[in-house]
């Protein structure tokens, strides 16, 4: 007995671990599905990631829970925003991959925590502890200079981290499982999908052959798959360990980037990339010593009142 929390701590983890692992390694799946452009690539992921979650619902006999979130107008509401966001983040990544930028779509997922703590602040309207407010400087330094270096704003990135941002905060409000939630917001998002791929859009699929038919059809599968994992890695392991993976995905990208895709890193890119990798070192350390400290505090109060 001793052994189980610490075992499904360890399958948590290893969960978690491949959760992001993927999500890092889309970059090279994306391009395979040429000669597909990025609107069709997105339609059909919408298609088949609603049918993939549609099997699973039914294999778990989860209806009841799905009929439940139906039957909650506001919970609908933040669903909806949530399918929006959603949709602008999985279209932004797939172009951003398909037109050579892979570096900056990591750099998004970079910033994500940033924007996050962000949006904390301006929508929640939570108060920032000093560390939190100098990472949150050091990160826009990073933007600002990565601007300078672009000659543009890093438009890809700042979607990328806003959306998934937002994204993530309607999921918070709507207070729904990871299986219903896709399911809905790919129910949402279908009769766009579909009106596209119907209307001409989707003239690819079954046009470029068999293999190129499998692999649209198999971004369902990419879809449901991490997110299944990441949903059970989440019931096993701390937030504070879920923190950590999460930059996982985005390292395993700037990765690809450069090593696959062999995009150009220029010194000032790099200044930019170390920028940010040092808010993150800032913001991650601050919090670990926050929720250190607060535990410590807690033990102490504990054995107090136990004197």
């Known amino acids: 007995m001793i052994g189980g929390p610490v075992a499904g701590q360890r399958r948590g983890f290893l969960l978690g671990f491949g959760a992001y692992l993927m999500w890092g390694f889309f970059p090279l799946y994306w391009p395979l599905l040429r000669p597909a452009g990025p609107v069709e690539i997105l339609a059909h992921r919408i298609v088949w990631s609603l049918l993939a979650v549609l099997v699973l619902i039914v294999v778990a006999r989860r209806w009841t829970q799905l009929r439940a979130v139906l039957a909650d107008r506001r919970r609908l509401l933040f669903i909806s925003a949530g399918a929006v966001t959603i949709g602008m983040n999985w279209g932004v990544y797939i172009y951003g ?38 990472g949150l400087a050091i990160a826009l330094a990073a933007v600002v200079e990565l601007t300078f270096d672009y000659g543009r704003l890093p438009w890809i990135a700042l979607t990328l981290a806003f959306s998934f941002g937002t994204y993530a905060l309607m999921k918070k409000k709507a207070d729904v499982g990871s299986t219903e939630g896709l399911a809905l917001e790919t129910l949402l998002l279908a009769p766009i999908a579909l009106t596209f791929l119907f209307a001409g859009g989707g003239g690819t699929f079954g046009n470029a052959g068999w293999l190129n038919a499998v692999l649209l059809a198999g971004t369902g599968v990419l879809t449901a798959i991490p997110l299944l994992m990441f949903g059970a890695a989440a019931t096993k392991v701390s937030l504070t360990t879920l923190g950590l993976l999460q930059y996982t995905a985005p390292t395993v990208q700037f990765l690809c980037g450069i090593i696959v895709f062999h995009e150009t890193m220029t010194t000032a ?16 350390t601050e919090s670990l010593l926050t929720r250190r400290k607060a535990a410590a505090l807690r033990e102490l109060e504990r054995e107090v009142e136990l004197v």
């Open 97 to 134: 991959v398909n037109s050579g930028q892979v570096v900056e779509t990591s750099l998004g997922y970079f910033i994500n925590p940033l924007v996050t703590i962000l949006l904390g602040v301006v929508v929640l309207e939570e108060r920032l502890r000093p560390g939190q407010w100098a």
């Open 269 to 284: 890119r790099w200044v930019g990339f170390g920028l940010v990798w040092l808010a993150l070192v800032v913001i991650t």
